[in-house]
């Protein structure tokens, strides 16, 4: 009995065992680890600014020489010092203030139904599934399904190869990042907010509409330039839908035939002279001041409502 109480582990050597060093945090190498992190972070982060400022200035080296008024307000031409960017200018304005149109209350409201108001049944889960799974979907995909749909077998509505059936199908394109950014946004309203709102008496819509959605849209503003950005880029479901790549006229209506800046610097870049490679950097530059607009009005809406918000 006597020898089980002598070999049991006294207190002190608890202690000593406890202030052995395998038993010490290695405090260093942790803080060693954080710094090696940041580093590669930072590496990174400069190597992308840095090739992503190289590509700014060989744009602006290559394309500042043909910019100029009679560029903007001139029609394609087969020479390149005739050459101008004026009807897939007007053609990308018509395209993105048609999607705009269209996605901005589909996309929103979807995205508001099936945060606030869809019940949680298997239908609501499949759905959602295939939003998140369109928002991976290749854009050529799309492209095929505007040509099938909208060109085809819409044609007496859409008017076939049209500015309407290109800001369709780019909406289509769009709208499950919009959906998918509304309800994150939406998510992230406090639920007390809710709750005062029913305790007021208010029902469930104007909960939303006066409380929820007003907190939200600075969020959902932020998907809308997203999404707006990608699709002002987009060239293969245009190629896909039928838009033009050589057009000597303005669009002038929904049913007009079309082309749009992406495709037209795709046409220029394609050409084996020089001198179309310059006015491809000149429309690579209009193309993205239009960007730098539409992203400027929709950040200032963005920066309304948070204002409002506050």
């Known amino acids: 009995m006597d020898s089980q109480i002598s070999s049991r582990p006294s207190p002190e050597d608890g202690q000593k065992v406890f202030k052995s060093s395998e038993f010490k945090p290695n405090i260093s190498g942790r803080y060693r680890l954080d710094r090696a992190f940041a580093i590669a972070a930072w590496a990174a982060t400069g190597i992308s600014v840095a090739i992503l400022a190289w590509l700014l200035l060989t744009i602006l080296v290559d394309g500042l020489g043909t910019l100029n008024w009679n560029f903007i307000t001139s029609l394609p031409s087969r020479r390149a010092e005739r ?3 004026i ?9 993105m203030i048609v999607v705009a149109a269209f996605s901005f209350p589909v996309g929103v409201g979807a995205g508001i139904y099936l945060e606030e108001f869809a019940e949680d049944n298997w239908f609501t889960r499949m759905v959602e599934v295939n939003i998140g799974n369109l928002a991976g979907v290749p854009s050529i995909i799309y492209g095929l399904l505007g040509l099938a749909i909208f060109v085809r077998v819409l044609e007496p509505i859409t008017g076939g190869r049209s500015v309407l059936s290109g800001a369709l199908t780019l909406s289509l394109l769009i709208l499950p990042v919009i959906i998918v950014a509304t309800r994150e946004a939406l998510r992230a309203v406090p639920g007390s907010m809710r709750l005062a709102g029913f305790a007021l008496g ?5 909960v939303v509409w006066s409380h929820v959605l007003p907190a939200a849209m600075p ?3 932020t998907g809308v ?3 707006l950005s990608r699709a002002i880029g987009e060239t293969a479901p245009l190629l896909a839908v039928g838009a033009a790549v050589f ?6 209506g929904l049913n007009s035939q079309f082309t749009a800046l992406p495709i037209q610097i795709y046409n220029w870049v394609g050409r084996p002279q020089e001198e179309f490679h310059h006015i491809a950097a000149s429309g ?4 993205m001041t239009v960007l730098l607009m539409m992203n400027a009005i929709a950040i200032y809406l963005r920066n309304h409502f948070q204002q409002a918000k506050e």
Do not use: H, Y
Not at 247 to 252: A, Q
Not at 284 to 287: E, F, Q, R
């Open 87 to 95: 009807a897939a200018l007007v053609g990308t304005i018509w395209l």
């Open 225 to 227: 330039i997203l999404a």
């Open 202 to 206: 208010a029902n469930r819509w104007q």
């Open 247 to 252: 057009i000597s006229f303005l669009p002038t």
């Open 83 to 85: 050459a101008g960017v």
């Open 219 to 221: 969020g959902i503003l």
């Open 284 to 287: 690579i530059i209009v193309l």
